[in-house]
Structure formats: structure tokens, C-alpha cells
């Protein structure tokens, strides 16, 4: 027996209600193409994400888990609907409060970390601060840099790093500012599993000791399991929604994935 909720139930539980919100999307659509090959990566979509709260989405290939992930966090724009940062509406922010908005207050994990190549392992993860023209807290850059195991590499450069090295220090990088929200696509896909479990232990307790809040696309149910609550998209919908995830509960979820089109808002 799986703990999910059932797709209608999770429909209202996804409607925007509550003001604590870390993020949002109201009613949010996304087209690509036009015509023929017009393709609704996210249709009406709407979802809260809470607080203080690690949420990992899932769903199978297509269904618009990245796309999800790139109108929340400020990186595409929506084709209808609202996406909320706390109390900022991204859909009004000219192209500079945007980008101000994401440097401030938000981090970022993706596959494709974009370091610096000329630059050390530690000016990589300081970089983005340095360009705010901020400092790092000496503690928290600390506690980072010993979390994510790169304390004998602050020197090296990325080509002298390993890919897993790499990933952990687009994790430092993005979790050195603390910012409020953290998006991560797939941040532990090319890391073994041990190595994995380090970033993803520390993701939740950036979580739960420091109240960040997380967003995690993945393939993963180990992944997911560390997560507080798991959205399942398909075709574009958010089907269903599972409170304190195992790997165990979202695998067997996955394993009878039947996408059906409930429609959120
Ligand atoms: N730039 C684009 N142009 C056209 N179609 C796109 C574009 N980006 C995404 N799509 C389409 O939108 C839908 C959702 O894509 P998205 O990448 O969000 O899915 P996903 O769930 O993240 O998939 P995966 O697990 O394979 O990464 C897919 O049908 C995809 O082909």
C-alpha cells in the first residue's frame, strides 16, 4: 500500500491558500511551438511550496519537471498564469529586479555547473558573492566547504577535480549565501551513491536546522526520500502529491505511475 494522496485530493492540497509561501505558481502555463508542434509543458498549473520545506519532483521523462523547475525559479518565462517569490511576482519584474531577485534569493544545483575554469575550487564557490559584493559568513563557508568534503581541494582548479568534485562545488557555490530557496535538477546524478547521500544529507538540514527551503527535481527515489514531500507531474499536471516520502513508498509509486491529467487550480 502506497501513502499517496489520490489525484483529486492532491489537486486541492496543490491550490494556493496559505501565506508562508517560499514560491508559487498560479495558474501557470507553458507552450513551446506552435501549431502542429505545440507542446503544453506545464498546463494551469498551480502549487505552493511552503517554507522551510524539501520538495522533490518527480514524473516520467517530458513531463515537465525541468520546466517546472525553470518558471519557478525565474529562469523562463510562463506563457499565462503567475509565479510568486514570497511576495514578488516574477511575471511583473522587469529583466534587472529579476536577475537581482534570482542573485539574492535564490540557489541554484544543476547538471551543468558552468565553474570557472581559471578560477580555484573556492573562488568558484565564493564567486557569486563576490559579484554581490558580498561577504561570505566565515562559519557557514566553513561548515560548507566540510560538508561537501572539499576542504584538500580549495586550491585546485575544475579540470583538476573529479565530476563528483565539480557537483560538490556547484553545491558549496550554491548553498554558500544562504539563500532562501534552493532549485536543484538532478544535483546528485553523477555522484556516487555515498557521495550523493553527503549532498543530499546536507540539503535537508539546510532544511530543517536553518529553514531553507529546497526544490529538487530527480529521477531518484533514494533521492526523493530524503525529501518532506514529493510532487508527481505528468503530461504537464501535477497527478499526486506524497507527505514524508521513503524510497521505498515513491518507488513503488513510480513503478505504477499511471498519468492521468488532473487538472491543479
Ligand atoms: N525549448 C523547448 N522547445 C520545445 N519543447 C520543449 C522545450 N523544452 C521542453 N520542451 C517540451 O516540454 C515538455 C516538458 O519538458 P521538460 O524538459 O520540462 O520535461 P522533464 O520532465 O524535465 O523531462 P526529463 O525527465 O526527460 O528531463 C516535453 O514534451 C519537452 O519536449
Known amino acids: ?10 489537486a486541492d492540497l496543490a491550490v494556493p491558500t496559505r501565506t508562508t509561501a517560499a514560491a508559487r505558481l498560479e495558474h501557470v502555463s507553458k ?27 518527480m514524473g516520467p521523462s517530458g513531463s515537465g519537471k525541468s ?25 511583473k519584474l522587469n529583466d534587472n529586479r529579476l536577475t537581482k531577485l534570482r542573485r539574492d534569493r535564490l540557489g541554484f544545483i544543476f547538471q551543468s555547473f558552468n565553474l570557472v575554469p581559471t578560477l580555484t575550487a573556492l573562488e568558484n564557490i565564493t564567486l557569486p558573492m563576490a559579484i554581490a559584493g558580498r561577504r561570505p559568513d566565515p ?63 546536507f540539503l ?4 530543517h536546522d536553518l529553514g531553507q527551503t529546497v526544490v529538487m527535481v530527480t529521477h531518484d527515489p533514494a533521492a526523493a526520500g530524503y525529501s518532506d514531500q514529493v510532487l508527481f507531474l505528468a503530461d504537464g499536471h501535477i497527478v499526486d502529491r506524497m507527505a514524508d516520502p521513503s524510497a521505498d513508498k515513491v518507488l513503488r509509486r513510480m513503478q505504477n505511475f499511471e498519468p492521468t491529467t488532473t487538472q491543479e487550480g
Open 139 to 201: 562559519e557557514w563557508l566553513d561548515r560548507v566547504i566540510d560538508t561537501v568534503g572539499l576542504r584538500q581541494r580549495l586550491g585546485h582548479r575544475p579540470a583538476q577535480l573529479s565530476g563528483g568534485q565539480q557537483q560538490r562545488v556547484a553545491c558549496a557555490r550554491a548553498l554558500v549565501a544562504r539563500p532562501d530557496l534552493i532549485f536543484a535538477d538532478e544535483p546528485t546524478g553523477n555522484l556516487d551513491s555515498r557521495a550523493g547521500a553527503e549532498i543530499l544529507r
Open 1 to 10: 500500500m502506497t501513502e499517496t494522496i489520490p489525484a483529486s485530493a492532491a
Open 204 to 207: 535537508r538540514d539546510c532544511v
Open 67 to 91: 520546466t517546472l523547475l525553470h518558471c519557478l525559479s525565474g529562469l523562463d518565462s510562463v506563457t499565462a498564469g503567475h509565479v510568486w517569490i514570497g511576495d514578488a511576482d516574477l511575471t
Open 31 to 57: 507552450v513551446y511551438g506552435s501549431g502542429d508542434t505545440k507542446v503544453f509543458a506545464l498546463d494551469d498549473v498551480s502549487v505552493e511550496l511552503e517554507a522551510g520545506r524539501f520538495t522533490a519532483v
